[in-house]
Every structure is written in structure tokens, then in C-alpha cells.
Nanobody, 119 residues
Framework: QVQLVESGGGLVQPGGSLRLSCAAS????????MGWYRQAPGKQRELVAT??????IYADSVKGRFTISRDNALNTVYLQMNSLKPEDTAIYYC??????????????WGQGTQVTVSS
């Protein structure tokens, strides 16, 4: 099993910044992809950013404002969110694609962290 622990959400004013972190632990042989999704009330979960290789992929709505990074030694992924807007309000979920120590592939999700952008 793989466990993901997220942190860093909260309430911030428009134009402010937050940094989310997600640390993976457990039966991990190799992590192939780490990233972030979000789900706003009444909407489907959507991709925010992913970093499977050195080239990150971003949703158009966050390009230029959000930056995803990985610390492979710590099995941790970060999401630096700048110039936040009210429409960024959502629950943010971390995910990982891994191969376990028993060489089984799997996708795992964090518990979610609330980000609220409001004045």
C-alpha cells in the first residue's frame, strides 16, 4: 500500500499565494508520475498539473500562476500557487502513479486539502 499525506491548504485572499505539499510513503519501488487535481463544488474533478518527467503539464487556467515541482529523494510533490483567484477555490487532491515493491502498478490519491480564495 501507498499512503499520501497532503498539507498546505487554507484560506487566502485573491492575489495571494499558497504552497501545497504531498508526501508519498509505503510500498514504493518507483514513482512514475505525481500531480494534482482539484474539484470545485458542483464540478467534475479536473487536472491542475502533473510532472511525470522533467516537463510539467498544466491546465490552461493555471499556466503562468502555478508551478509543480518534485523532490524525488523525498517522494514529495509540491504545488506553488500564486496570483490566486476565487475560481481556484476547490479541494485539491494529490495523486501518484507507482510501481510497488511487489512490482504491481497502481494509482493512489491523497485525502484532499481545501483551498479557499476569498476576500
Amino acid at each position: 500500500q501507498v499512503q499520501l499525506v497532503e498539507s498546505g491548504g487554507g484560506l487566502v485572499q485573491p492575489g495571494g499565494s499558497l504552497r501545497l505539499s504531498c508526501a508519498a510513503s509505503g510500498s514504493i519501488f518507483r514513482i512514475y508520475d505525481m500531480g494534482w487535481y482539484r474539484q470545485a463544488p458542483g464540478k467534475q474533478r479536473e487536472l491542475v498539473a502533473t510532472r511525470a518527467t522533467t516537463t510539467p503539464i498544466y491546465a490552461d487556467s493555471v499556466k503562468g500562476r502555478f508551478t509543480i515541482s518534485r523532490d524525488n529523494a523525498l517522494n514529495t510533490v509540491y504545488l506553488q500557487m500564486n496570483s490566486l483567484k476565487p475560481e481556484d477555490t476547490a479541494i485539491y487532491y494529490c495523486y501518484v502513479k507507482v510501481v510497488s515493491l511487489s512490482l504491481q502498478p497502481g494509482d493512489y490519491w491523497g485525502q484532499g486539502t481545501q483551498v479557499t480564495v476569498s476576500s
